[in-house]
């Protein structure tokens, strides 16, 4: 008779430090899996207190809870199958990033993670000591190792959990989002799956936590790197895969195959499951966007009726003299294809009180950037006054091109909570813009259409603070400012290479400069969408205060 073992893969969402929540999550999915005949239940790693918990896991109240409830969730779950979760134990003095098999009212195996992540968004030698590297647990007819996260990047905790009696691997993961990372996961698994020689199972939680997003993706491999089963990216997922001895070992049998979208699309999804996200588990239902008429304020809009629906969102214009009459039409246009709220209040007003207010002491100085940001500092006040007084929360509208030169008013413009566009070059929202209009798919709430007029994308981009002001005025064409800061922030290129990829030196060390002095802004801007290996925060900690350059910039170049 032929050995089988189903095994149930739980891809779900966690809120951060909601133990209780989450426990009763994955007993919901330990019932499921009960149901199904399954022998083991996982779920992803740190699944019972959310990830990334920084430094709220060095609180002995919180670790302490955390181990109850482990030690509950063990008893709750004895009579059926084995549970795997994720968790935190403390050993001594030693605090662990830890996976947790519960079987037969016990806590039977803890697997506890090895190889601590201390780059881009992780700092985990920060809270966690290093485990030792634990040999497979036996549930039913199957011995599994359990290399957690990052021990499945390296070869060595596969080889060992493989020459010390595993017979397949499972793979806990709370691992982020970045554009292009399922490549960079099915490589590394396929090489322990060539290595060991066993089937291997990928299993990574989904969902939104501050600015990361975790994008499910879990995978089956079979041994000889054959994928056998592929869940849904951004979505939750419940799926149960079954598994059969034969003369070569276990090998999984085909099941669920999702198809995993373009990198576009994934961008745009794990921009409207961040904000979602951000706004359910801090509490907000409704959101409120100063609509401009311009592309970066269209796509917010856009984006929160995708996350919230039409009905959770209010559009505002808040026009001055150097409004356009068409920008008034095109956000008109925006939040009527959108079938939201728009609200107007002209700033002329206020904005006459505020200089009569500076009149005596600015005196005959002439008009400078300085006005210009009172219209901007202007808005952002009436828009979170709208938002406390209707506890909306207020998105910030800054694209990464912006944020990092700083083309952004520091308590104007910047005011709010959140801001999915942080991480999305002016040039990609201007694509990403174009694929919403010709794309819908069933996880968007908002009206399929073109919902962003042809005009917003097409015509050039304004500030509109001045007369006929354009951004091209103070900033290169977004086509050459895009490759350069990509060549400066996401490569942490220099002015060398920049000027090798065919851009003049000088324009460059501009640039550079910018970026560097407008460090204070992004160190008080809202949390915003990760989407790149170097989004603005915690991928890239630079100090405020800093007079560093590229000496290129001025000798040029050796």
């Known amino acids: 008779m032929t050995d089988r ?48 918990p920084q430094d709220l896991v060095l609180r002995p109240a919180f670790q302490a809870d955390a181990m109850r409830a482990i030690e509950a969730l063990a008893q709750d779950c004895a009579e059926g199958p084995a549970l795997g979760i994720g968790g935190l134990w403390r050993e001594g003095a030693q605090l662990h990033n830890a996976w947790f098999v519960l ?57 060992t959990q493989a020459e010390t009696g595993a017979e397949m691997l499972l793979v806990p993961n709370g691992s982020p989002y970045y554009r292009d990372k399922m490549e960079v996961r099915l490589n590394h698994m396929v090489a322990r799956v060539v290595e060991t020689e066993l089937p291997l199972v990928y299993l990574n939680m989904v969902g939104g936590q501050d600015d990361q997003v975790f994008d499910g993706a879990s995978f089956v491999l079979n041994p000889g790197g054959e994928l056998v089963v592929q869940l849904p990216v951004m979505e939750e997922a419940l799926a149960h895969v079954d598994f059969e001895r034969g003369a070569e070992g276990w090998r999984a049998r085909p099941g669920t195959r999702a198809q995993i979208p373009d990198a576009l699309e994934q961008d745009y999804h794990a921009m409207v499951v961040a904000l979602r996200d951000y706004m359910r588990k801090s509490g907000f239902e409704k959101a409120l966007v100063g609509l401009s008429g ?59 009180a505020v200089t009569e207010a500076l009149a005596p002491l600015f005196g005959d100085l002439p008009p ?80 399929a259409g073109a919902v962003i007029p042809s005009r917003i994308i097409s015509k050039p981009p304004s500030a509109e603070l001045r007369a006929d002001q354009r951004d091209s005025d103070s900033l290169p064409d977004y086509e050459h400012l895009d490759a350069m800061l990509e060549i400066l922030v996401d490569r942490d290129g220099s002015i060398e290479d920049c000027v090798a990829a065919g851009f003049d030196r000088a324009e460059a060390a501009r ?24 989004a603005f925060w915690l991928d890239r900690r630079y100090p405020i205060v800093n007079r560093w350059r590229d000496a290129a910039s001025e000798s040029g170049g050796a």
């Open 103 to 159: 079987q037969g009212g016990r806590i039977a195996a803890v697997m506890l993670k090895h190889h601590l992540p201390n780059y881009l968004v992780f700092d985990e030698k920060r809270t966690f000591a290093s485990g030792p590297v634990s040999g497979p647990y036996a549930v039913g007819p199957v011995r599994i190792g359990t290399p957690v996260c990052e021990d499945a990047w390296f070869p060595d905790v596969a080889e």
């Open 368 to 447: 400078d950037v300085t006005e210009e940001n009172v219209q901007s500092r202007l808005r952002g006040l009436l828009l979170m006054a709208l938002s406390n007084k209707f506890g909306e929360m207020l998105l910030t509208t800054g694209n990464k091109s912006e944020v990092a030169v700083g083309y952004a008013t520091i308590y104007g413009d910047m005011s709010g909570g959140y801001n999915p566009l942080k991480d999305l070059y002016k040039t990609r929202v201007f694509a990403a813009a174009r694929w919403r209009n010709a794309n819908h798919r069933d996880w968007m709430k908002g009206p």
């Open 5 to 52: 073992f189903r095994l149930t893969l739980a891809q779900l969402n966690p809120v951060m430090g909601d133990i209780e929540g989450n426990a009763a999550r994955a007993r919901e999915a330990w019932a499921q899996g009960r149901t199904a005949g399954a022998d083991m239940v996982a779920l992803p790693e740190m699944f019972l207190i959310g990830y990334n």
């Open 511 to 534: 640039i550079e400069h910018l970026i560097y002095v407008s460090e204070y802004k992004r160190f008080q801007s809202a949390p915003g969408t990760r989407l790149s290996k170097r």
């Open 294 to 352: 311009g592309i970066d304020s269209a796509m917010v809009a856009v984006v929160a009726a995708d996350a919230l629906g039409p009905g959770n969102l209010r559009c505002v214009m808040l026009p001055s003299e150097y409004t356009s009459p068409d920008s008034l039409e095109d956000a008109a246009s925006v939040a009527g294809a959108l079938g939201t709220r728009l609200d107007e209040l002209p700033i002329s007003g206020p904005r006459a």
